[in-house]
């Protein structure tokens, strides 16, 4: 038997509020996953959504947000500090900060961050990326 029924009260995400909030189960979707609910502080209706996930800030990440530096610019400083060849960007490749990369389309780019064991971040001339490695 599901935990939640019409009525009763659920942790649920409030967009309007900002927070995760207990709310008031309207329907269900399934049988064991609430439908639309309805805040308890603001008594805003909308679709059940679990609470957000944390997300881990990367270093390059960090350094983004508080830099004034536009990308390209920023992306050539980094290429001029760069020692090395490119290697050959593939998912199946292993790459370490600072490891400048070739991708068929979005060109050159630096290794800026490990985000986890098969992801990196990237500088490239235009944007960062986020990609995979180690696969």
């Known amino acids: 038997m599901s935990q939640y029924s019409v009525g009763k009260d659920v942790l649920s995400y409030c967009g309007k509020c900002k927070l995760t909030l207990s709310h008031t189960i309207e329907t269900?979707?399934?049988?064991?996953?609430?439908?639309?609910?309805?805040?308890?502080?603001?008594?805003?209706?909308?679709?059940?959504?679990?609470?957000?996930?944390?997300?881990?800030?990367?270093?390059?990440?960090?350094?983004?947000?508080?830099?004034?530096?536009?990308?390209?610019?920023l992306w050539k400083q980094e290429m001029a500090k760069s020692k090395g060849e490119s290697s050959p960007y593939t998912t199946k490749g292993s790459f370490k900060e600072g490891d400048v990369i070739d991708h068929k389309k979005f060109g050159p780019g630096i290794v800026q961050a490990i985000v986890d064991n098969d992801k990196i971040e990237v500088l490239f001339n235009s944007e960062i990326k986020t990609l995979v490695h180690n696969k």
């Open 28 to 73: 269900m979707k399934t049988a064991t996953l609430p439908g639309r609910v309805q805040c308890n502080t603001c008594k805003a209706s909308h679709s059940f959504k679990s609470a957000p996930t944390a997300k881990k800030r990367t270093v390059a990440a960090k350094r983004r947000k508080s830099s004034t530096i536009p990308v390209p610019e």
